[in-house]
């Protein structure tokens, strides 16, 4: 990809995520409930409401995340401890690094990046998995934006 080309293709992922954001927000409350929950065994985010009851369940494919403190982006397929499902999934994201000849998305260790880069990476990332969405989440244990791509929700009655 030229870098014209690559700048279509970020400018097209960009816009594009909004409009799911947007969509995730006004059909699902995305953003609006008390808590979340990650099985990463199971490849789900979980949401519960203000009576902490479980709402809705989400399939996700882990992207990456963003390191305020540090101010660098990790891709989800090089953790080190990452549950294999996830990790086999994750690593389709990899292929942009072809795709797209930046080879950011081959990188395995931590790169400099501000939370822009992170939005504009995981865009690309929901892009390329013809996800719905993606969802952001503080893990305080790790200290770190954790970068969701939404691929299924599920309503729970």
Same mark, same amino acid.
């Given at each position: 990809?030229?870098?014209?080309?690559?700048?279509?293709?970020?400018?097209?992922?960009?816009?594009?995520?909004?409009?799911?954001?947007?969509?995730?927000?006004?059909?699902?409350?995305?953003?609006?409930?008390?808590?979340?929950?990650?099985?990463?065994?199971?490849? !789900?985010?979980?949401?519960?409401?203000?009576?902490?009851?479980? /709402? #809705?369940? *989400? $399939?996700?494919?882990? @992207?990456?995340?963003?390191?305020?403190?540090?101010?660098?982006? !990790?891709?989800?397929?090089?953790?080190?401890?990452?549950?294999? /499902? #996830?990790? *086999? $999934?994750?690593?389709? @994201?990899?292929?942009?690094?072809?795709?797209?000849?930046?080879?950011?998305?081959?990188?395995?260790?931590?790169?400099?990046?501000?939370?822009?880069? *992170?939005?504009?990476?995981?865009?690309?990332?929901?892009?390329?998995?013809?996800?719905?969405?993606?969802?952001?989440?503080?893990?305080?244990?790790?200290?770190?934006?954790?970068?969701?791509?939404?691929?299924?929700?599920?309503?729970?009655?």
């Amino acid at each position: 990809m030229n870098d014209q080309d690559f700048e279509l293709f970020l400018t097209t992922a960009t816009n594009e995520l909004k409009e799911k954001q947007a969509n995730l927000t006004s059909a699902y409350g995305f953003g609006s409930h008390k808590r979340w929950m990650f099985e990463s065994d199971k490849a !789900k985010l979980q949401f519960f409401n203000q009576d902490d009851q479980l /709402v #809705l369940e *989400a $399939e996700i494919v882990d @992207i990456g995340s963003y390191s305020p403190a540090n101010k660098t982006w !990790k891709w989800a397929w090089a953790y080190e401890s990452i549950n294999p /499902v #996830l990790k *086999a $999934e994750s690593l389709r @994201i990899k292929e942009l690094e072809d795709i797209t000849d930046a080879t950011i998305f081959g990188e395995k260790d931590p790169v400099e990046a501000d939370e822009y880069l *992170a939005w504009e990476l995981a865009a690309m990332a929901v892009k390329h998995l013809n996800a719905l969405g993606c969802y952001r989440a503080f893990s305080s244990a790790r200290n770190v934006n954790m970068f969701f791509a939404i691929t299924e929700v599920r309503v729970i009655s």
